[in-house]
């Protein structure tokens, strides 16, 4: 999804000449979270030591803890471990020994909640239903196309006691909902999750990859284990403040929508990836049941696809190897393979031989092709997109459409003006809201499209997009003049 704003942690810790147990101990959960997340994308173990030897030759910053979910079940020995205390259960140990404690989660995506559901997880978190309360928004808040929550889990939720703290709508056509040094032309939305934990006057702010479900928390099952369907990975660490002072505390009518659950089901292939070094295509799959023994390779230039046999190895992730000698000429570029259920995924193969190794795969360049490729990602960057509900209305042969007369590009036209003058609008609105060192480039973005649509009116075979492109370069054109005449200077 685009337009997203992400919350992030960033530390720089000096690195020890050896490591130490000590030190690695020191980072939590963190080393093992590594140890199982290669296991299950397949990454190399002695890559994940590489990993791991760092954080035994770098302490982990004083007040800092990690908070990580791994698929799967989980015992509640293991979780009784600080450093395997997955899910809900590392949330808890975040906690000191004070009381009262106040858990405030903002995050843009609930799972599916019912009362027992939420109380279990309370429970688990140390933390009191009545207590914990969620950052969310009204229905005329900008996010409420993106932000997500069921109308059946906001009633469970609210009944099981959660807490709503209002996000305010943005007062007045300069404030923006991310904060004062945003301006409310940043049409980028939030989609950080955190969770602020308040304990009397002491707060922690974990910044982490979980969105409030049970998906990312976990669950405890029938079998006594707790059941975790996500890769999560927080970092908790001391703050004076956090957002919880500058919610709403009264009253809203909340924003919910319907959701599909069922996106958020892993699918039977969850991982593929796969290298050739010019001797041995080298496959590794994560799938939730067995993967038929043939696969089908992409060759560079050919016409078809080959088919070969190969014998999958046990555990997870499975893994197969298929010789291939650079000397047959033949470079394979992609590999799809097939569950017995039927459902198949394609990867890129990874080549890692060394650039003086053998040939290039593409020798030879097409500049105009290079440059037509860069002005479409030009485009994209300012929004040139369909408007949605529109539809494809392109490459109807003579340009008749069913039910319009005439069979003239009118409507094209219009359709593909409105996209153009959307992107200008775009333009307009990052010069507008740049700060001296940007808008140069900006400028000169804007020349670009305008060279770019201007060759489009003259050579486009679509007479309704000829139309579009001349019109919106018009406008585009007075832009950059008005830009020129208020100072910000392109070159």
């Known amino acids: 999804m685009s337009n997203q704003i992400q919350s992030g942690w960033r530390c720089v810790v000096p690195l020890a000449s050896t490591g130490s147990n000590a030190r690695e101990k020191g980072w939590s959960c963190l080393p093992n979270f590594f140890a199982e997340l290669g296991r299950a994308s397949g990454v190399d173990s002695a890559r994940v030591a590489e990993w791991r030897e760092l954080l035994r030759r770098a302490a982990c910053p004083e007040g800092v803890e990690f908070v990580a979910s791994v698929a799967g079940k989980h015992s509640p020995a293991t979780l009784r471990t600080r450093d395997t205390a997955w899910g809900i259960s590392g949330l808890a140990n975040l906690w000191s020994r004070k009381r009262p404690r106040q858990l405030t989660v903002l995050t843009p995506t609930f799972g599916s909640w019912d009362c027992g559901a939420f109380e279990q997880w309370c429970e688990t978190a140390a933390v009191e239903p009545h207590d914990v309360a969620s950052a969310w928004i009204g229905c005329e808040h900008p996010w409420a196309d993106h932000w997500q929550l069921d109308p059946s889990s906001e009633r469970a939720l609210t009944d099981a006691g959660m807490q709503w703290r209002e996000i305010a709508v943005p007062d007045g056509v300069k404030q923006s909902p991310l904060g004062d040094e945003h301006k409310q032309e940043d049409r980028r939305w939030s989609h950080a999750k955190l969770y602020e934990l308040r304990e009397g006057n002491q707060r922690r702010l974990l910044v982490t990859s979980a969105n409030f479900s049970e998906s990312a928390w976990g669950r405890w099952n029938q079998d006594g284990k707790l059941e975790i369907g996500n890769f999560e990975l927080g970092v908790a660490f001391p703050v004076r403040d956090a957002f919880g002072g500058r919610l709403g505390q009264g009253e809203f009518v909340r924003h919910t929508c319907e959701v599909d659950y069922s996106r958020d089901a892993e ?104 440059r037509e490729a860069a002005d479409i990602l030009l485009e994209e960057k300012y929004g040139y997109a369909r408007v949605p509900d529109e539809g494809d209305r392109k490459g109807c042969g003579n340009g008749k459409r069913k039910g319009a007369a005439g069979g003239d590009y009118a409507v094209d036209a219009y359709v593909d003006a409105r996209r153009r003058f959307r992107c200008v609008d775009n333009w307009w609105n990052h010069l507008q809201s740049a700060d001296e060192n940007l808008r140069k480039q900006i400028v000169r973005d804007g020349k670009r499209l305008y060279e770019r649509w201007s060759r489009t009116g003259e050579s486009a075979p679509n007479l309704g997009e000829r139309v579009a492109a001349r019109i919106a370069a018009d406008e585009l054109q007075l832009r950059i003049r008005r830009a020129h005449e208020s100072g910000h200077q392109g070159t």
């Open 267 to 370: 699918q039977q292939i969850g991982w593929l990836a796969a290298d050739w070094n010019g001797k041995t295509l080298q496959i590794g799959c994560r799938a939730q049941c067995p993967l038929v023994a043939r696969i089908d390779v992409t060759v560079a230039r050919a016409k078809s696809i080959r088919h070969h046999r190969v014998e999958w190895s046990n555990g997870v992730p499975s893994r197969a190897a298929l010789a291939w000698p650079e000397a047959k000429g033949d470079i394979p570029v992609a590999v799809t393979v097939t569950t017995t259920k039927g459902e198949l995924s394609t990867t890129p193969i990874h080549d890692t031989r060394t650039s003086d190794d053998g040939r290039l795969l593409c020798p030879d360049y097409d500049e105009a092709k290079l």
